[in-house]
């Protein structure tokens, strides 16, 4: 059978996507610049710019070419389609942007939450905080947060042991009165290995988070994987070699060396650098109880890299070290420091232009 041809409708909302995506990668551009960087006919661009002015998407900048020849009409996107709410969950606090579908940041703010915060402290936080970004509703939200976060549900999940609790948080709920689309959840770690994606240029590696908390995310055909429940990459129970030679749980490592803070579970991580700087044993100590950890990731997940990020995950002697004692198994895997600053802010980010745009170029279709 000959193939439908596709309908007039079909190919004029295609051309309005071209235009749209056009103006979202280059801010400004006139009639003949977006024929030329799309590849379609300037009376088409042209059709295709004067419906989607009509419809409020695209304004006329008022700005005109210079030089020789006939001058030519700048057009961008319309100011008020709309913004997305970043909002990211941590010890450090609650902190908030909203972005437009140029992915310029429009507003920011910050709220400083304890250690020992709990649902009601932060859901409080997260709500003021979208209510100060979001007087007209955003269109959608991406969440990070620094506690598991349920894959059906987009809830935190409590589990033992995790030294930043804010119970059964449910973002979406916080966020409904001040969002008008969906909202995305998911847990820090997972979005700084999407940072981190971008920056190693590898698909396949394994980003494990060693600051006051403790966490993994397995990379592999460059998508997170998070597992059923979405729980995957929870490395703090992982059984591994303790100081003494005996298996126990990656976690209660530190609470052997007496390197968490007090009445926490939350790693003292400068004690911990304190150590690492100045008693080679503790380092290596350290060393052997993640390596081990991260053996049995290699084996699984068979990644191409290992990638270090948390506060003392970065530095260079905690690289090293792990260096060592992955190189001596049966699989050496190269391990490497994170390079991106705030990776889940800049993950979160990244996706929340991602949908607004779609929620745009919706709009046209």
Same mark, same amino acid.
């Not at 909302?13 to 977006?34: Q, Y």
């Not at 620094?146 to 033992?160: E, K, M, Q, S, Y």
């Given at each position: ?47 295709? #710019? ?132 969906? #909202? ?33 995310? #397995? ?113 050496? #895997? ?32």
């Amino acid at each position: 059978m000959t193939p439908a041809k596709p309908s007039l409708e079909m190919l004029r909302a295609l051309t309005d996507e071209n235009v749209l995506r056009a103006l979202m990668a280059d801010r400004r551009l006139t009639r003949a610049e977006i024929a030329a960087r799309t590849g379609i006919s300037k009376p088409t661009i042209s059709d295709a #710019v004067q419906r989607l002015a009509a419809s409020g998407l695209v304004v006329d900048t008022g700005e005109r070419t210079t030089g020789r020849g006939r001058s030519g009409s700048y057009y961008a996107l319309a100011p008020g389609l709309g913004t997305a709410l970043v909002a990211s969950i941590s010890p450090r606090g609650v902190t908030a942007e909203t972005v437009d579908a140029l992915g310029d940041t429009v507003a920011r703010t910050h709220t400083d939450l304890g250690r020992n915060a709990g649902e009601h402290q932060a859901a409080k936080a997260l709500a003021e905080a979208a209510a100060r970004l979001t007087s007209g509703g955003a269109r959608l939200a991406v969440v990070s947060a620094a506690d598991p976060v349920d894959r059906a549900t987009g809830r935190l999940v409590r589990l033992p042991d995790a030294p930043f609790l804010v119970g059964a948080l449910n973002p979406a709920a916080v966020l409904a009165p001040h969002v008008t689309g969906p #909202v995305l959840v998911d847990n820090d770690v997972n979005w700084a290995a999407r940072a981190e994606h971008q920056a190693v240029g590898v698909d396949d590696f394994v980003y494990v988070h060693l600051g006051e908390g403790l966490g993994c995310a #397995v990379v592999t055909d460059g998508a997170v994987r998070r597992g059923h429940r979405g729980l995957a990459g929870e490395i703090a129970h992982v059984c591994t070699t303790g100081p003494d030679g005996t298996a126990m749980p990656l976690t209660e490592v530190f609470a052997a060396l007496g390197l968490r803070r007090p009445d926490s579970t939350a790693i003292d991580v400068p004690a911990l650098e304190a150590a690492i700087a100045s008693d080679a044993a503790t380092a290596e100590t350290l060393a052997r109880a993640v390596g081990g950890v991260l053996s049995a990731a290699v084996a699984l997940a068979d990644p191409a890299l290992i990638v270090l990020g948390g506060e003392w995950g970065r530095l260079p002697e905690t690289r090293a070290a792990i260096d060592r004692q992955l190189a001596l198994g049966p699989r050496p #895997v190269r391990v490497v420091a994170a390079t991106v600053d705030s990776p889940e802010l800049t993950a979160a980010r990244d996706r929340a232009v991602v949908e607004l745009r779609e929620l745009v170029v919706g709009t046209a279709r």
